[in-house]
């Protein structure tokens, strides 16, 4: 397990940390990290082709150096086959509590997140912050692309629409975008879609079919996809655990 720091992402491909992680990885069950520590993992060759996260801040930095990686900016872990990579410090717990629940099955894993006063799981993503927050471009043209996505959500935005709000190309707006957020535009996009739509869900009785034409999903079974990819949950699901909360 490869934790990060302030520091882990400028660490060069043939420094002596990087060096160890590629000799003791030959040995391992598994190899994960929590927060920054991916880079460390992708500088070692260790995520080429590999789904893979971190956090929020650097995700789009993660993927714009290592472009063998396919940097998924909105989970709290991610496993793919024997490599597991976390987010923030925080979702380290998360990531420990997954690897226990593999190895030692999920009663375990639920007993030791009492003792820790937190959730077994938590719900949805990486996201603890807004969306546009996370993403965090550098660039004055990408954020004014989703700010305008963000005031027209209920219409159709193909990515020409961005790129025109941009005042770049479509596909000078795709390369910049994916480079500096980690995702692409249709992928934020939808993110900015189910933000607006959950509190929607959890706080009102507003059928789901018509959520999802205010927030630009255009039908249900489409926003229904969105938040399982998003959240890990439909809707209806989401909806329920909210009515048990009051």
Same mark, same amino acid.
């Given at each position: 397990? =490869? =934790? &990060?720091?302030?520091? $882990? #992402?400028?660490?060069?491909?043939?420094?002596?940390?990087?060096?160890?992680?590629?000799?003791?990885?030959? /040995?391992?069950?598994?190899?994960?990290?929590?927060?920054?520590?991916?880079?460390?993992? $992708?500088?070692?060759?260790?995520?080429?082709?590999?789904? $893979?996260?971190? #956090?929020?801040?650097?995700?789009?930095?993660?993927?714009?150096? !290592?472009? +063998?990686?396919?940097?998924?900016?909105? @989970?709290? !872990?991610?496993?793919?086959?024997?490599?597991?990579?976390? $987010?923030?410090?925080?979702?380290?717990?998360?990531?420990?509590?997954?690897?226990? %629940? %593999?190895?030692?099955? /999920?009663?375990?894993? +639920?007993?030791?997140?009492?003792?820790?006063?937190?959730?077994?799981?938590?719900?949805?993503?990486?996201?603890? !912050?807004?969306?546009?927050?996370?993403?965090?471009?550098?660039? /004055?043209? =990408?954020?004014?692309?989703?700010?305008?996505?963000?005031?027209?959500? #209920?219409?159709?935005?193909?990515?020409?629409?961005?790129?025109?709000?941009?005042?770049?190309?479509?596909?000078?707006?795709?390369?910049?975008?994916?480079?500096?957020?980690? %995702?692409?535009?249709?992928?934020?996009? %939808?993110?900015? @879609?189910?933000?607006?739509?959950?509190? @929607?869900?959890?706080?009102?009785?507003?059928?789901?079919?018509?959520?999802?034409? @205010?927030? &630009?999903?255009?039908?249900?079974?489409?926003?229904?996809?969105?938040?399982?990819?998003?959240?890990? #949950?439909?809707?209806?699901?989401?909806?329920?655990?909210?009515?048990?909360? =009051?």
């Amino acid at each position: 397990m =490869v =934790v &990060g720091g302030l520091s $882990a #992402h400028q660490l060069l491909p043939e420094s002596d940390p990087i060096a160890l992680v590629r000799k003791l990885s030959r /040995s391992a069950r598994r190899v994960t990290s929590v927060c920054t520590g991916a880079f460390l993992l $992708a500088s070692a060759g260790l995520l080429d082709g590999h789904r $893979a996260t971190t #956090h929020w801040r650097y995700a789009g930095l993660l993927q714009s150096r !290592f472009p +063998k990686v396919r940097v998924d900016a909105d @989970r709290i !872990f991610v496993q793919d086959a024997d490599v597991w990579t976390s $987010a923030g410090v925080t979702a380290g717990i998360d990531l420990a509590l997954a690897l226990i %629940e %593999e190895d030692c099955g /999920s009663e375990l894993a +639920k007993t030791i997140a009492r003792d820790l006063v937190v959730h077994h799981r938590r719900l949805g993503g990486q996201s603890q !912050f807004s969306t546009l927050l996370e993403l965090e471009p550098r660039s /004055s043209r =990408v954020r004014q692309a989703l700010s305008f996505a963000r005031d027209h959500l #209920h219409e159709s935005l193909p990515v020409e629409r961005l790129a025109a709000a941009a005042c770049i190309s479509s596909r000078q707006f795709g390369r910049i975008f994916l480079n500096e957020t980690g %995702e692409t535009p249709a992928r934020a996009i %939808e993110r900015l @879609r189910t933000e607006a739509a959950r509190p @929607r869900v959890e706080d009102s009785s507003e059928p789901l079919e018509s959520i999802a034409r @205010r927030v &630009g999903f255009g039908d249900e079974e489409r926003m229904r996809r969105s938040f399982v990819r998003v959240y890990g #949950h439909t809707p209806q699901t989401l909806r329920r655990f909210a009515c048990r909360a =009051v």
